[in-house]
């Protein structure tokens, strides 16, 4: 019975001997870059990571050195772990590009076979290069005009309705000013057509005045004193000529390929010589066919 007293005693002795040591065993202390702190006891350390285990367990853990701050060892050792921090790279800014205006913006119209429209005709001063747009418009109705009068002889070519032509090309933002600078080929999709007639008028104006005086005298006979009188008579007359001279540019294209392109200086320089050369032009380009 003292025998097995003794294993006792002893027993307990071992017990609380290693319950001390236990307590005893000091933990490292792992600071992380976020202020976290663990205790632990630091196993092994390499240039990538660290391994530690936890009291009372068996499990060993593994840590980024990128993630860790410094290691307060136990023994009173600190190692600390200066990791460059990676700075990112400034965001380059690229500047917007801004996709140039053209004309392809723009709704294309379906294209309609043996169709001809006639543009605004700009009338251009060649001494001031001004444009009027009354002109423009007066020279337009009056192509349009000839072709239907002419249509028999036109055929099959059927000639799309002013008022189309023109609300169409208002709606792309084209007019008499800036017709001569929009490719035939964009007119084409404005307008829906597969002819296109285009002209342009210039013109310079010189003004001629003349003076001219006509005197004439009349004799009279006063029968009661016998005296003769004369009276003398005088009117003077101012004319006035304006002469234009005038030069036609006339272009016909079929399906964006120019198939006419001519030029007259009328033979008058009266204010409407322009439309005879227009008239001259129409009858000899490739679409005008004469009648038998």
């Known amino acids: 019975m003292k025998k097995i007293s003794i294993q006792i005693l002893l027993l307990l002795i071992a017990i609380t001997s290693h319950a001390q040591k236990k307590e005893t065993v000091k933990l490292d202390k792992i600071v992380k870059k976020d202020y976290e702190i663990i205790e632990a006891v630091v196993t092994k350390i390499s240039e990538k990571s660290i391994e530690y285990t936890l009291p009372g367990d068996r499990l060993i853990n593994s840590l980024d050195v990128s993630k860790i701050a410094v290691i307060n060892f136990a023994n009173g050792k600190k190692q600390t772990f200066d990791t460059p921090v990676e700075v990112s790279k400034p965001i380059e800014i690229k500047p917007v590009e801004v996709e140039p205006v053209v004309k392809d913006a723009f709704q294309s119209v379906p294209i309609k076979?043996?169709?001809?429209?006639v543009l605004p005709i700009p009338f251009v001063n060649s001494e001031t290069q001004a444009s009027s747009e009354e002109m423009a418009k007066f020279s337009q109705n009056d192509m349009y005009a000839k072709l239907i009068e002419k249509s028999s002889n036109i055929f099959p070519l059927t000639v799309q309705d002013l008022r189309t032509t023109n609300n169409l090309l208002r709606k792309a933002n084209i007019?008499?000013?800036?017709?001569?600078?929009?490719?035939?080929?964009d007119l084409q999709k404005i307008l829906?057509?597969?002819?296109?007639?285009?002209?342009?008028?210039?013109?310079?104006?010189?003004?001629?005045?003349?003076?001219?005086?006509?005197?004439?005298?009349?004799?009279?006979v006063n029968e009661r004193n016998n005296s003769i009188k004369e009276n003398d008579f005088s009117s003077t007359y101012t004319d006035v000529i304006k002469e234009f001279y005038f030069v036609v540019y006339f272009d016909l294209y079929k399906n964006n390929t120019k198939i006419y392109s001519q030029k007259r200086v009328p033979f008058f320089n009266d204010k409407t010589s322009w439309m005879d050369s227009m008239t001259y032009l129409l009858k000899r380009c490739p679409i005008y066919v004469k009648e038998k």
Not at 113 to 117: P, W
Not at 206 to 211: L, V, W
């Open 192 to 220: 829906g057509v597969d002819h296109i007639l285009t002209a342009k008028v210039t013109y310079d104006l010189k003004i001629k005045q003349s003076t001219e005086t006509i005197s004439s005298s009349n004799v009279s």
């Open 113 to 117: 076979e043996n169709t001809i429209a």
């Open 175 to 185: 007019d008499y000013k800036n017709i001569d600078e929009t490719p035939i080929e």
